[in-house]
């Protein structure tokens, strides 16, 4: 009985493993046409990329180490635009994530007409922003509505896209375009979190700002973390609205790290565009991989 108990356990194993060859070699095979489209258009442009980064031209080029990043350090068009990509990351980040953050509360409370708020919310996503570039350009232009509204209440004219206010509107579209994704994000997440640790919290006596400190940052730090993360992305992605509203040749506020590209590519300066993308990809990996080694901590510190 035991022999044959041992050998057929051994079958079994013998089969699973069977299976378990089979179903990998299903896996490979299904993600192959995935993985060969990712591999031509993505990881072997990037490298070419990085290559031609390292030469002085694209064809018959020859190899010149990092001249074509000290140039690009020395171009006061390339640190304009590194500075003003970096300050409106660092402004319409935490912005985004604080509204994000309230608007989802608000949602996940008992508020009038949730569903509709919901909807409205997610309505950016699925309207294409070059449908709507014209709905901001009357907005804001000189004769547009705004000002309109200015002038009824007395006020003064502003030159929206012609002046440093240029960088107000395009964090305005920003915040228009993300906050809808976010707060469906921080919303899973404050739906995960047990309701039973605030009816604990409040017999204990603990306010809303308690329970809110205590409670709901802690268990969602992980998402608010992934939120930052896409924020992040998303805010070095801003060139499609800033290039439909304000043209080819936009406010010096503005000028982003995709404008210093896109004219790179206009010159055929293909070593300096490159360039550029290798340092702007670097400066997203970095504050990418320091953020995943916070959320590492914060589990570490969960657990």
Known sequence: MKKWGFCHAYTWKIKVAGWLRRDAAAAWLFLAPSGAGFALFFLIPFAMGTMYSFMDSVVDGHYTGLDNYRELLQSGSFRKAAANTAYFSAVSVPLNLTLSLIFALLLNG?????????????????VPVASIVLIWQMLFDWNGSLNAWLSAFGLERVDWMKTDAARNVIIVV??????????????????????????TAQIEGAGRLRQFGSITLVYLTPTMIFVVIMSIINSFKVFRETYLIAGDYPHDSIYMMQHYMYNMFASLDIQKL??????????????????????????????
Not at 117 to 124: D, I, Q
Not at 283 to 301: P, S, T
């Open 110 to 126: 008992n508020l009038y007409l949730r569903k509709w708020l919901r909807t409205a919310y997610v309505l950016p996503l699925v």
């Open 174 to 199: 920003y915040l228009w375009k993300n906050i809808g994704y976010n707060v469906i994000l921080l919303l899973a997440g404050l739906q995960r979190i047990p309701k039973d640790y605030y009816e």
């Open 274 to 303: 490159t360039a550029a993308a290798n340092l702007m990809v670097v400066g997203i990996l970095l504050i990418v991989m320091g953020l995943f080694a916070l959320e590492r901590r914060y589990r570490q510190f969960m657990e």
